[in-house]
């Protein structure tokens, strides 16, 4: 079983702090992703990474920064928080496209709240 | 812009029937459709794929269907449990080949 660990389940930090939100996937994995969810909006993308040092904007990359130093891992950073940041946020990952892997599997969440 | 729309409302049935949900695509034609239960405070979990050439997928008491005349997929859970009280979403491959985008999820409430 793939197995995608977020390091964080709930944090809560104030407005202003850099925030890093850790992510890790046990399965040698190309593609890794990381969604944040709020009531009524559902997933959006914010930003992913299909190789190591690799990476592209989602559609609300605003205000987030991502880094993949190695395969495995996956991190999103918040430089100033903010309150509208307030959301859970999920990682996830999937193999190869070019290899007929289309199914994303998610971590547990990372329930970020920003006073 | 592709839209995918689930009933925001959430579904409430009782124990042992069928429960069925929708999703609905707009301005494009996937390859395929994905379908993944929530639990509160969880990851999404990947149940079922369909693709635009098949019309009909099962997996123990799950059917899911795809209809490209109506743009529309129905989801069905057969003799529902209690335990199948979840948020369910709909996904579909986004612009690019990479990005998934997934629905606002439509949330079953099973009682005994």
């Known amino acids: 079983d793939v197995k995608v660990t977020q390091s964080s389940r709930y944090l809560v930090k104030r407005t202003g702090e850099k925030v890093f939100l850790e992510c890790v996937q046990d399965?040698?994995?190309?593609?890794m992703f990381w969604y944040r969810q709020d009531p009524g909006l559902g997933l959006r993308l914010i930003y992913f990474?299909?190789?190591?040092?690799?990476?592209e904007k989602g559609d609300i990359p605003e205000g987030y920064s991502v880094s993949r130093e190695k395969k495995e891992r996956f991190s999103l950073i918040l430089e100033s928080a903010s309150t509208n940041q307030t959301s859970m946020y999920l990682c996830?990952?999937?193999?190869?496209?070019?290899?007929?892997?289309?199914?994303?599997?998610f971590g547990a969440g990372s329930r970020l709240t920003v006073l | 812009s592709q839209k995918i729309e689930q009933n925001s409302e959430a579904l409430n049935i009782q124990e042992g029937k069928t429960a069925t949900l929708t999703c609905n695509y707009t301005?494009?034609?996937?390859?395929?459709l994905q379908w993944y239960r929530q639990d509160p405070g969880r990851g999404p979990v990947f149940l079922l794929l369909?693709?635009?050439?098949?019309k009909e997928k099962r997996k123990e008491r799950l059917k899911v269907t795809f209809d490209t005349t109506l743009k529309q997929s129905l989801f069905h859970i057969t003799a529902s449990q209690p335990a199948d009280s979840a948020t369910y979403l709909c996904?579909?491959?986004?612009?690019?080949?990479?990005?998934?985008?997934f629905g606002t999820g439509t949330r079953l409430l099973v009682s005994p």
């Open positions: 996830a990952s999937r193999g190869s496209v070019r290899a007929g892997a289309n199914v994303l599997t």
């Open positions: 399965m040698d994995h190309e593609n």
């Open positions: 990474s299909y190789d190591v040092k690799m990476k």
């Open positions: 301005n494009y034609s996937p390859a395929y």
């Open positions: 369909i693709r635009e050439n098949e």
């Open positions: 996904a579909s491959r986004g612009t690019g080949f990479q990005k998934l985008v």
